[in-house]
């Protein structure tokens, strides 16, 4: 075993080579370390003030200010671990991260400290390795150190499936910021207001004490503010109803003039207290009344065509819009013999095969078993297997076309109209 001070028998300065190997020799073994730094648990590491000082402006002010005078810091609330990681990159400029959750605590020391240089090598490294289950994890860092890119790719991640993610138990692990954050963000695409609605409900549950009874009243007390960035004004009256009064969270009085609000009352006739935000309306851009979904493009042939019953038909491909739809029913209106329609089953599939609802009819009139939400900016597929014998004029394959055929009729109740204009036959 080497004496102090020296490798292999000799002064370590004569053994190591350049300024690399120097400083990495002082981190490790402490040699002519002038600084204690007492972290979580107790845990005691030496390090050198001149380091620290040479990284962070914050340890500038602390060891090398007019007031330094103590060759002791004590920072108890800091992991020691993620702070070893962080005076890794201070003598070294570099660490060895083995999860995205040990990034993101070595993230929020770096960022506390002021130096971005381990912060940004925090950063690339979470998002490189960034996944559904650590998402929230990061999305919660995000807020707390107003990180937008890092912000942006969680709420990229998150609108693969919002809805699964706003109703996982994660959610309710997260501060009461990270939730505001996540009702007021107009990018997340919820396939409706009342998925983000029983979140915060879920969310003040679980910050109820083991000993709080667990009414309305108590929850409301746990969600304070944020009830009123729930974007009630987007629910309709029926999705009021079942969704917030069984909750008790909101008094009747308040239940009657939240419903009045949705029913069109002028909002300046509603009482101040009302836990209503008219501000926070709209989740995105919707499609209003009688405009037409563009940039249909149909898998068609251009010539008359029978197809057998229960022959599967491709209605429309790569189906992409400019807003967020949910399709509660469609109706395939038919020309020909069959006036009353031919049914058949519909189903929409997403652009990795999924189908994400689906829908069954005697007639020409095709009601979802549930809403099918189209995302902006992804593209969908419309399939249809009539019932009957069926004989379509497809038209001709236009790329990027408008279906004159293919309107939404009315966006505020959520349904589509989509026709098929050609003669059918036994």
């Given amino acids: 075993m080497d004496e102090k001070g020296t490798l292999g028998g000799q002064p370590w300065q004569m053994v190591l080579k350049g300024n690399m190997e120097y400083l990495e020799y002082l981190h490790t073994s402490g ?39 103590s060759k002791q810091l004590n920072l108890p ?37 002021l130096m971005e240089s381990p912060r940004k ?5 979470i998002l490189k390795h960034l996944t559904e289950e650590t998402m ?22 998150l609108n693969r499936d919002p809805d699964a993610v706003m109703s996982s138990e994660t959610v309710s692990q997260l501060s009461k910021e990270a939730v505001r954050g996540l009702l007021m963000n107009d990018d997340i695409d919820f396939s409706s207001e009342a998925v983000p609605f029983n979140g915060l409900i879920a969310w003040g549950r679980a910050q109820l004490g083991p000993e709080e009874e667990p009414s309305g009243s108590a929850v409301r007390q746990k969600i ?10 987007d629910m309709s009256c029926d999705e009021f109803v079942d969704t917030v009064f069984g909750t008790d969270v909101l008094t009747h009085t308040e239940c009657f003039y939240i419903l009045w609000a949705i029913r069109g009352a002028d909002l300046s006739t509603l009482p101040e207290d009302t836990p209503l935000n ?36 491709v209605l429309v491909e790569d189906l992409l819009i400019d807003a967020v739809i949910q399709i509660h029913y469609m109706h395939i209106y038919c020309s020909g013999d069959f006036p ?26 095709f009601l979802f078993t549930k809403p099918a939400v189209i995302r902006k900016d992804k593209k969908y597929r419309i399939l249809f297997r009539p019932k009957l014998k069926v004989s379509l004029y497809r038209g001709h394959k236009g790329g990027g076309r408008k279906v004159e055929d293919a309107n939404l009729s009315c966006s505020l109740s959520h349904f589509v109209l989509f026709g098929i204009r050609g003669p059918m036959s036994n």
């Fill in 31 to 69: 040699e002519y370390s002038d600084l204690d730094i007492i972290l979580s648990e107790g845990v005691c590491i030496k390090a050198h003030s001149l380091i620290l000082s040479m990284n962070s402006p914050v340890f500038g002010a602390m060891l090398m200010g007019p007031m330094a005078t």
């Fill in 136 to 157: 929230l994890a990061a999305l919660e860092t995000s807020f707390a150190h107003e990180d937008k890119e890092l912000k942006d790719k969680c709420i990229e991640m």
């Fill in 224 to 233: 304070g503010d944020l009830l009123k960035e729930v974007r009630f004004l």
């Fill in 278 to 313: 008219p501000g926070r309306r709209g989740r995105g851009t919707t499609l209003r009344k009688g405009e037409e979904l563009s940039r249909c493009v149909l898998d068609l042939s251009g010539i008359w065509k029978d197809y057998p019953a229960s022959t599967e038909l």
């Fill in 340 to 365: 009353g329609g031919c049914g058949g089953a519909l189903k929409i599939m997403d652009d990795k095969g999924k189908t994400i609802s689906s829908a069954t009819s005697e007639d020409d009139d």
């Fill in 77 to 113: 609330d800091d992991p020691h671990e993620a702070f070893r990681k962080l005076l890794d990159y201070a003598y070294l400029e570099r660490m060895d991260l083995e999860s995205v959750e040990e990034a993101l605590e070595v993230y929020a020391q770096a960022h506390k400290y």
């Fill in 121 to 125: 090598f925090c950063l690339e490294y």
